[in-house]
């Protein structure tokens, strides 16, 4: 399934931010310096093992499940 990357990391946001949108950029900015750019990600990005591990790591360092 093509895109998972971008369901993952969308999930991330919704559940840290809790629908706050001006909480987004900043955990955007978090993601960017954990070596995960949100913005490059689209519903077309292969699945790449390798990213997909590293959003499940940062976001279990969050606290959260995904």
């Known amino acids: 399934m093509a895109g ?3 369901v993952l990391i ?3 946001i919704q559940k ?3 629908g706050d ?3 987004i950029p900043p955990l ?5 310096m954990k070596g ?3 913005d490059i990600f689209d519903d077309n990005s ?3 093992p390798v990213m997909i591990q590293r ?3 940062i976001a279990k360092e969050m606290g959260l499940e995904l």
């Open 4 to 6: 998972k990357i971008k």
């Open 10 to 12: 969308h999930s991330l």
């Open 16 to 18: 840290r931010t809790k």
């Open 21 to 23: 949108p001006g909480l």
């Open 28 to 32: 955007k900015i978090k993601l960017i």
């Open 36 to 38: 995960v750019d949100p």
């Open 46 to 48: 292969p699945d790449n």
């Open 55 to 57: 959003v499940i790591t």
